[in-house]
């Protein structure tokens, strides 16, 4: 039998379409046993998810050509030794005083926070009523988290500096803070913009609103200079280990 080459492509072309529509055919078959088929709010969660790794990715991403840069500077920089020593001692100070290691001091805010009494509601007393006046451990933490978001750079409460460790923990009348019990009232110091503090926390919608509806005392000053004290050697890392 003769062969031309237009029957040897149409022959090609046939074996690799069939091909093709098995492999297909094979996975398809294989997303309905596996079960691909996602539903509109699954499929909506895992691009959610698949935004958020690749924010993180991007993140970490500039994080590692941030400390490359560091390391190339360092390794090949015409910069005395000297130089880079001050380097390294300007960016030691800079972390022992974000991990509350030595006293820091700037402009910023203090909040004197306390138990509300029963003149707010007008004599009325009951126990949801003294609940609600009343000074708890959740109320401290989002005091500490809307500093945080207002753009404080440093937060002590009754000059227990708040750290990545500590904890805000309600016992019985106190609050423990760094594992020390203290009394009402909260003195909650913050460094930053002290204007800028001060109108998030005046803002309407503000948590610091809602305390002060609620009946708790509330009372914020702006300073040209708060000193947060040093809170020593308590971090201690005995587990946490360097992945490079």
């Not at 069939?18 to 309905?32: A, P, R």
């Not at 004197?112 to 003149?119: K, L, P, R, T, Y």
């Not at 500093?147 to 002590?156: D, Q």
């Amino acid at each position: 039998m003769k062969i031309t080459k237009g029957s040897l492509y149409i022959f090609i072309s046939s074996v690799l379409i069939g091909i093709l529509l098995v492999v297909n055919i094979s996975f398809k078959e294989d997303d309905i046993i596996r079960g691909k088929f996602l539903s509109a709010k699954e499929y909506q969660e895992a691009q959610n998810n698949r935004t958020s790794l690749y924010k993180e990715i991007a993140s970490l991403r500039e994080q590692y050509y941030v400390s490359l840069d560091k390391i190339d500077n360092y390794r090949y920089s015409s910069e005395s030794t000297s130089q880079v020593l001050q380097d390294m001692e300007e960016e030691s100070l800079i972390n022992n005083m974000l991990l509350g290691k030595i006293d820091v001091k700037g402009p910023g805010v203090t909040m004197v926070i306390s138990d509300g009494s029963v003149d707010h509601t007008l004599g009325i007393d009951d126990p949801y009523l003294q609940n609600l006046r009343t000074v708890h451990n959740y109320d401290i933490m989002n005091i500490i988290n809307e500093l945080k978001l207002s753009g404080a750079e440093a937060i002590s409460i009754n000059d227990q500096r708040i750290l990545p460790t500590s904890e805000i923990y309600c016992s019985w009348a106190f609050i423990s803070v760094n594992g020390v019990k203290l009394p009402a009232p909260f003195i909650v110091k913050a460094i930053g913009d002290a204007e800028v503090i001060e109108n998030y926390l005046n803002r309407t919608e503000s948590y610091t609103k809602t305390l002060i509806n609620r009946g708790i005392n509330v009372y914020i000053t702006k300073a040209e200079e708060i000193l947060l004290p040093a809170i020593g050697n308590r971090l201690q890392m005995n587990y946490l280990k360097s992945a490079n």
